[in-house]
């Protein structure tokens, strides 16, 4: 059951222009909506995230809409760069109950991934 | 401040043996998760230790298991391995409470033959 995805394997887009990628999600008990980037033979690396009780949030270049209703979010690269080009994922946060022990625990359930490139 | 780090970078295995990943964590960091990413696919939740303890663990069979240490460092071990077992394993650390802010490791490649 894949609870979060994205559809598009593969985006691409004009040095300059606006670079928007999509995510889809089912559970609606997930409570932050992250992006992250990756480039090969490096971990992912954290870019922008969104709470689940807001719409917008926005980070220099970057910015992550979150539509609840559709449960469908976005993230919106403006202008877009070369060294943009990346695989990027869109991951849900949601917290387990606590253990025995009394802590709770973070899962980030990750959607496939949509691989960008910035053409100069 | 120190990155995570995971050794070995790469890693090839034979199936029906047994393989050790390790992780240390960033500094500050008391929480460690563990993630396979499948070729083509993201990554997935296998566990997550706090207090050396394992506090979370994601959809994974039993052969799969882990530590953490007083250091807050940590291993990822898998018995029996299978051919689907071949994977990119990426190590995450936090702080406890603060699992928004995983901080990722570059990973190792396992290969299982």
């Known amino acids: 059951d894949q609870q979060v995805k994205q559809n598009s394997p593969s985006l691409s887009v004009q040095e300059g222009r606006i670079s928007i990628l999509n995510c889809d999600y089912t559970n609606s008990m997930f409570d932050y909506f992250l992006w992250y980037k990756k480039y090969p033979a490096e971990g992912p690396t954290f870019l922008i995230s969104i709470s689940s009780i807001k719409d917008k949030n926005e980070d220099g270049r970057f910015t992550v809409f979150l539509n609840k209703s559709a449960k469908h979010l976005s993230l919106h690269i403006v202008p877009s760069q070369p060294g943009d080009s990346a695989v990027y994922f869109c991951?849900?946060?949601?917290?387990?109950?606590?253990?025995?022990?009394?802590?709770?625990?973070?899962?980030?359930?990750f959607g496939q991934g949509t691989i960008l490139t910035v053409h100069p | 401040e120190t990155g995570v780090t995971q050794s070995p970078t790469h890693l090839i295995k034979t199936r029906g043996q047994q393989v050790t990943l390790r992780c240390s964590s960033q500094?500050?960091?008391?929480?460690v998760s563990w993630y396979q990413q499948a070729l083509g696919q993201g990554p997935q939740f296998i566990f997550q230790y706090y207090r050396e303890e394992e506090n979370g663990r994601g959809n994974f069979p039993p052969r799969f298991s882990g530590l953490q240490f007083p250091n807050y460092s940590s291993e990822l071990n898998v018995n029996a391995l299978e051919l689907d077992d071949s994977a990119l394993y990426l190590c995450?650390?936090?702080?406890?409470?603060?699992?928004?802010?995983?901080?990722f490791g570059n990973g190792t490649r396992l290969t299982v033959t």
């Open positions: 500094s500050g960091h008391n929480t």
């Open positions: 995450a650390s936090s702080r406890q409470g603060s699992f928004w802010s995983l901080h």
């Open positions: 991951a849900a946060m949601s917290f387990g109950g606590a253990n025995a022990g009394g802590t709770s625990y973070g899962k980030l359930t």
